[in-house]
């Protein structure tokens, strides 16, 4: 059982660069997140998604973007990189509460993006 | 807006005393709280969960965290902490009304022997 798997570990960009963080989850769990943690500021939730089809905006999504197509996957998108974007990003996948099951999330590896 | 505040930015302690961490959220409804550790160059892993019921719960490795709905608080306690005990602690509300799972600042722990 995998988990949360995310690729690549670590990336260097260049500004203006794009890329996308890749995100996939076996556990068939409805709601997937992508945080950045950076010294001294926790964990800060980008996007998030309660099913497939279905996005929506965290606390600093400007500079991102997400899709959801499949239960599994939940790609994360910087279109221009930029300094401020280098940071340790976190996927994470928890089942959806009320289901008779405490919504535990579960983490990635995380991914060190650099921009530079 | 909901939100997560960790008091303890940076705590230091020496192998055998008592820890507690501080935890307050702001939402009103019905929440979820949890702690999360994250050990040096690792993923956060979960320590306890608050649901429901007894609202003293306990984790793994000897920690257990007291929620108090008055105060609006979920504070970490262990009796006598550990070197490998040395991580950084985040605490986690997850509110049934936005989906939103949102994490506070962080609190990390340096255990010396």
């Known amino acids: 059982n995998a988990g949360v798997t995310q690729t690549p570990k670590f990336r260097i960009l260049k500004i203006g660069q794009s890329m996308t963080l890749q995100c996939t989850q076996d556990?068939?769990?409805?709601?997937m997140y992508w945080y950045r943690q950076d010294p001294g500021m926790g964990l800060k939730l980008i996007y998030y998604?309660?099913?497939?089809?279905?996005?929506d905006k965290g606390e600093v999504p400007n500079g991102y973007n997400v899709s959801r197509s499949t239960t599994e996957d939940f790609p994360l998108r910087l279109e221009l990189a930029a300094p401020s974007q280098t940071s340790v990003y976190f996927c994470?996948?928890?089942?959806?509460?009320?289901?008779?099951?405490?919504?535990?999330?579960?983490f990635g590896q995380g991914t060190r993006l650099t921009v530079v | 807006a909901q939100s997560v505040s960790q008091h303890n930015h940076h705590v230091i302690l020496s192998e055998a005393a008592s820890l507690e961490l501080g935890c307050n959220y702001s939402?009103?409804?019905?929440?979820?709280l949890f702690w999360y550790v994250q050990y040096p160059g690792q993923h956060l892993q979960l320590l306890l969960k608050?649901?429901?019921?007894?609202?003293l719960v306990k984790g793994i490795k000897g920690f257990e965290a007291e929620f108090i709905k008055s105060k609006f608080s979920f504070n970490l306690r262990k009796p006598s902490v550990q070197w490998s005990d040395t991580a950084e602690y985040f605490c986690?509300?997850?509110?049934?009304?936005?989906?939103?799972?949102?994490f506070g600042t962080g609190t990390r722990l340096q255990v010396f022997p």
């Open positions: 994470a996948s928890s089942p959806r509460p009320g289901t008779g099951s405490v919504p535990e999330a579960f």
């Open positions: 608050y649901f429901s019921g007894d609202p």
């Open positions: 939402y009103g409804g019905t929440v979820n």
């Open positions: 986690a509300v997850n509110n049934y009304n936005t989906d939103k799972l949102i």
């Open positions: 998604s309660v099913g497939a089809g279905i996005t």
């Open positions: 556990m068939n769990h409805n709601y």
